[in-house]
């Protein structure tokens, strides 16, 4: 089974682009929808999470804005957070696996924002970066509701750049050109990923 590693920063259009891959009958493994269950009442973060940040936990589950206050521009809460979720997340993926190899899937795709910044690449066949401009990005993020210009900065900060990411990527899906183009993007990997003789060397995203 041919798996595909999803990422790209924040506003750059990754769930757009996962929906097209789910389209062409790749299943996509959601890593945030992922948290946000583990995060939910009777998910199993919410109590380590709770114990390890008391007071972010409310009506059984953990407020995630509550949550990215306590560990936003502090390293080493967010070290300790993320040692709490990653290893939950990993084994929420392996069931993942388990229902693709099941249901027979070709090629299966991982929606994973932090990829590089936590050595998934390393696990995957290929990976796709979604990128846009900046200032694409930048109008896109700040205008959702709460957003604002000190907290994007803070979130990109924690993040590898984009130019980064693009450097290391198998593939790139440039969302700023509109969908179409950007479904076109998709089909051709998903094609290329198919074909042995095109498919890409791993090592690409060494780093």
Same mark, same amino acid.
């Given at each position: 089974?041919? =798996?595909l590693g999803?990422?790209?920063?924040? !506003?750059?259009?990754k769930s757009?682009?996962?929906?097209?891959f789910? $389209?062409? &009958?790749?299943? =996509? /493994?959601?890593?945030?929808?992922?948290? *946000?269950?583990l /995060?939910?009442?009777?998910?199993?973060?919410? !109590?380590?999470?709770?114990?390890? %940040?008391p007071g972010v936990?409310?009506?059984?589950?953990?407020? +995630?804005?509550?949550?990215?206050?306590r560990?936003?521009?502090?390293?080493q809460?967010?070290? +300790?957070?993320?040692?709490?979720? *990653?290893?939950?997340?990993?084994?929420d993926? @392996?069931? %993942?696996?388990?229902? &693709?190899?099941?249901?027979g899937? $070709?090629?299966?795709?991982?929606?994973?924002?932090?990829?590089?910044?936590t050595? !998934? *690449?390393?696990?995957? #066949?290929?990976?796709?970066? =979604?990128?846009?401009?900046?200032?694409?990005?930048r109008e896109?993020?700040?205008?959702r509701?709460g957003?604002?210009?000190e907290?994007?900065?803070? @979130?990109?900060a924690?993040q590898?750049?984009?130019? $980064?990411?693009r450097a290391?990527? *198998?593939f790139?899906? #440039?969302?700023?050109?509109?969908? $179409?183009?950007a479904?076109?993007?998709?089909?051709? @990997?998903v094609?290329?990923?198919? #074909?042995?003789? +095109? +498919?890409?060397?791993?090592?690409?995203?060494?780093?």
């Amino acid at each position: 089974m041919i =798996v595909l590693g999803l990422t790209g920063s924040i !506003g750059m259009g990754k769930s757009t682009t996962a929906a097209m891959f789910r $389209e062409l &009958g790749v299943p =996509v /493994y959601d890593a945030d929808a992922a948290v *946000h269950d583990l /995060y939910d009442v009777g998910g199993a973060a919410v !109590g380590p999470v709770g114990e390890a %940040f008391p007071g972010v936990v409310k009506d059984g589950r953990v407020e +995630r804005e509550a949550l990215r206050q306590r560990v936003l521009g502090d390293p080493q809460a967010l070290q +300790r957070l993320n040692g709490i979720v *990653h290893p939950l997340v990993a084994q929420d993926r @392996i069931g %993942f696996f388990e229902r &693709g190899q099941a249901d027979g899937a $070709e090629m299966v795709a991982l929606d994973i924002p932090l990829l590089f910044e936590t050595g !998934g *690449h390393a696990n995957v #066949d290929a990976v796709v970066v =979604v990128t846009a401009p900046a200032e694409v990005q930048r109008e896109r993020v700040l205008a959702r509701p709460g957003m604002t210009p000190e907290r994007l900065d803070a @979130i990109l900060a924690q993040q590898i750049s984009d130019a $980064e990411k693009r450097a290391r990527a *198998h593939f790139v899906v #440039d969302t700023s050109r509109g969908l $179409e183009p950007a479904r076109e993007q998709v089909a051709q @990997i998903v094609a290329v990923m198919r #074909d042995p003789q +095109r +498919r890409p060397p791993r090592d690409r995203t060494a780093g």
